[in-house]
């Protein structure tokens, strides 16, 4: 299953052919509905429909399809309508001529005083016999359905690429944590010669005082409370569990967003134990560096579905 983004755009149109023209009249331009959705990240399904007062009666069956597709995201779609050329009036038919003819003189034989017709009244009928809104309204579902496809498609794009720069950024902490490793037993075997030295000295320069077994002793003590204090091999291992279950989820795909970003914080938690643990400028660098990977791959998983 593919990962998806919450981010994405899509826009599709219909057609509507209006009456053609007959008698050397020009055909009539017909009418369009175009669908624009747009969809960023959000913490849940936030929808938001724009639509012509000729088409808010379809709003509960889109917002059911939406519904339906998207799980996550703050989703905008706006429908629109366009008659044909703007600022340009449709040229009457010559069978709709006709028609109006027949239909005045009909009226005027039993109401002579009937105003004719002008040709203001001529062209509002022609226009009224286009397609409009009300025409277009039976290809508004399809027509959304297209539309979240393809925004899907747009969204699962965008999913491929989080996934291949998560995937690059677990990589690299694996890295970090392969180096910090052996860094402890080394800073732990360091701090326990200096101990044992510096009690050496100690007891070269007192008058009488402890014991060389009990100063050795004391010193070893004193090693071994410091390699529990800096001791971080129990946060590289939850570090190297969370890695691995993040990868999982990454590769298995579908609705990960919410998972994931919880599986971050407790990354991030890790780093920054062992950075609050370190007894070494290495290691302190090496709990930066994974901080700064950890808070990308943050930054992404919010656009994570």
Avoid: C
């Amino acid at each position: 299953m593919a990962v998806y983004s919450m981010t994405g755009y899509a826009s599709v149109q219909h057609s509507a052919s209006g009456s053609s023209g007959e008698g050397g009249a020009r055909p009539a331009q017909g009418s369009r509905l175009g669908l624009e959705i747009r969809a960023v990240n959000s913490r849940f399904l936030d929808l938001t429909l724009r639509l012509p007062d000729e088409l808010r009666q379809q709003e509960p069956a889109l917002r059911e399809l939406l519904t339906q597709q998207l799980k996550r995201g703050k989703v905008e779609l706006r429908a629109s309508v366009d008659s044909g050329d703007a600022g340009q009036l449709a040229e009457p038919s010559l069978r709709l001529l006709q028609r109006l003819g027949a239909l005045q003189d009909s009226v005027r034989a039993w109401l002579p005083e009937a105003r004719p017709l002008s040709v203001a009244d001529v062209l509002r009928l022609g226009a009224s016999d286009q397609p409009g809104a009300a025409e277009l309204e039976p290809a508004l579902l399809p027509l959304a359905a297209e539309a979240v496809a393809a925004l899907r498609q747009a969204r699962e794009r965008e999913g491929a690429r989080l996934a291949a720069m998560l995937l690059d950024r677990l990589a690299q902490l694996r890295s970090l944590a392969g180096q910090a490793q052996p860094l402890v037993p080394q800073l732990v075997a360091q701090q326990r010669s200096r101990f044992l030295e510096r009690w050496t000295e100690a007891l070269a320069l007192g008058e009488g005082g402890t014991a060389p077994e009990a100063a050795q002793e004391r010193a070893l003590s004193e090693a071994t409370a410091f390699a529990i204090r800096i001791d971080v091999a129990e946060e590289l291992t939850r570090l190297a569990s969370h890695l691995d279950e993040i990868e999982r989820l990454i590769k298995k795909g579908g609705e990960i967003g919410k998972r994931l970003d919880f599986l971050i914080q407790e990354l991030h938690r890790e780093a920054n134990t062992l950075g609050s643990k370190s007894a070494a400028l290495e290691l302190t660098r090496i709990s930066v560096d994974m901080k700064v990977l950890i808070e990308q791959m943050r930054e992404q998983v919010q656009n994570i579905e």
